[in-house]
Structures are given as structure tokens and as C-alpha cells.
T-cell receptor
């Protein structure tokens, strides 16, 4: 069955370090992959989108990589700040289904300690 | 301000009492969608709409109905709510369904007793 896996355990890092979050998927051929940030009780906010033919995307302190061979995306936040503390969700839109549904992972909670 | 609005934000109801959660966007987006979010299960898509009068089931459509009579509005209808529909609901929209970022509403927390 199709599955998207994100580390359910919270990631705790010190301010200034680089946070790396992982999104693994199985039985998907994604057309693209998106990353969102979600704060408690609020709707997700879009951060970055990377397409299947792109290896890397950057936006300010954020970097996303996409390895379709490993079936994995890595999401990096450099020079992390306490304000980066939130849950980060990855989402896939499958290439190989007729439906256009976007499927989300369960998210990884990031805690940046001052 | 570009936004997606949902109402109500909080709702407590009883089993079987029909309810509607409204969703509206002011960005002229073609694509709209409803999700529910439950602890440990993440966001799951209920229904989506590619454009006016075009709707389709997501991953968990049972017990829900939607309609898209106008481009800006996409209400979620629970004809006979049950306790297993207690959840946090999000409406989202995007320019089209072809890979654009999704804008989410603030959420509706529904409790069915």
C-alpha cells in the first residue's frame, strides 16, 4: 500500500544548528513533493515545492532535496531559531493515479532550544 | 487580504444532527479541498473540487457531502454526524489542482457527542 513516513518523534536541536527532517515514501511515483509548516491549532502553511525532475530547492534558510531513487526527501533549516519550532509536514501528489489528491505525512515536530 | 475562511471555528453537536461547515476563498482559486486531521493519522483528504460543479472523493469521503455551486465557496455537509467524525477540519484552496501551493483555512474543531 502507499505510505508516507515522517519521524513521529520530535526533533530537538540547539539554536543555530541545522535541522534535518526526513520524508520517506513507498509505492508512489510522485509528480511533486511539498513541505508545509503547521503551528498548534492552526492550518498548515506552504513552504516549498520540488518536482520529480528537481534534485534540490532553496528558499532563504530552507533547503529541500528529492531523491526519487531512494524515495526520500530531506528538509533542512539552517541557522535554526526558536521561532522555527513547529510541526513540518510533507505532502505528495501521485503521478500514477488519475486522482489529484494530495497525500500528507503525519509530520515531525521540531523544537529549537535557545 | 488573500485568505481562506471557515465557519464555525468550534462546534459541539450531537449524533445525527445535520451540520454544515462553510469554506470561502477570495483568491479566485479553481481547486478547493477538505481535510480532517486526527492525532497520529495526519491530514487526510475528504473531498476535493477541481472547479465549479466538479467534485471528487478523497481518501475518507464516507459520511460527508460537498457541493461547489460557486467558485469561492465549498461547504462540507455532515448529514448525520457520528462520534467518529470528531476531528479538526481544514479547508484549502490552490490556483489549480496541478501542483500549486495550497492555502489552508484556520480550521474547525468539531466534537460529536
Amino acid at each position: 500500500s502507499q505510505k508516507i513516513e515522517q519521524n513521529s518523534e520530535a526533533l530537538n536541536i540547539q539554536e543555530g544548528k541545522t535541522a534535518t527532517l526526513t520524508c520517506n515514501y513507498t509505492n508512489y511515483s510522485p509528480a511533486y513533493l511539498q513541505w508545509y509548516r503547521q503551528d498548534p491549532g492552526r492550518g498548515p502553511v506552504f513552504l516549498l515545492l520540488i518536482r520529480e525532475n528537481e534534485k534540490e530547492k532553496r528558499k532563504e534558510r530552507l533547503k529541500v532535496t528529492f531523491d526519487t531513487t531512494l524515495k526520500q526527501s530531506l528538509f533542512h533549516i539552517t541557522a535554526s531559531q526558536p521561532a522555527d519550532s513547529a510541526t513540518y509536514l510533507c505532502a505528495l501528489r501521485p503521478l500514477d493515479t488519475g486522482r489529484r489528491a494530495l497525500t500528507f505525512g503525519s509530520g515531525t515536530r521540531l523544537q529549537v532550544q535557545p | 487580504e488573500a485568505q481562506v475562511t471557515q465557519n464555525p471555528r468550534y462546534l459541539i453537536t450531537v449524533t445525527g444532527k445535520k451540520l454544515t461547515v462553510t469554506c470561502s476563498q477570495n483568491m479566485n482559486h479553481e481547486y478547493m479541498s477538505w481535510y480532517r486531521q486526527d492525532p497520529g493519522l495526519g491530514l487526510r483528504q475528504i473531498y476535493y473540487s477541481m472547479n465549479v460543479e466538479v467534485t471528487d472523493k478523497g481518501d475518507v469521503p464516507e459520511g460527508y457531502k460537498v457541493s461547489r455551486k460557486e467558485k469561492r465557496n465549498f461547504p462540507l455537509i455532515l448529514e448525520s454526524p457520528s462520534p467518529n467524525q470528531t476531528s479538526l477540519y481544514f479547508c484549502a484552496s490552490s490556483l489549480t489542482g496541478q501542483g500549486y501551493e495550497q492555502y489552508f483555512g484556520p480550521g474547525t474543531r468539531l466534537t460529536v457527542t
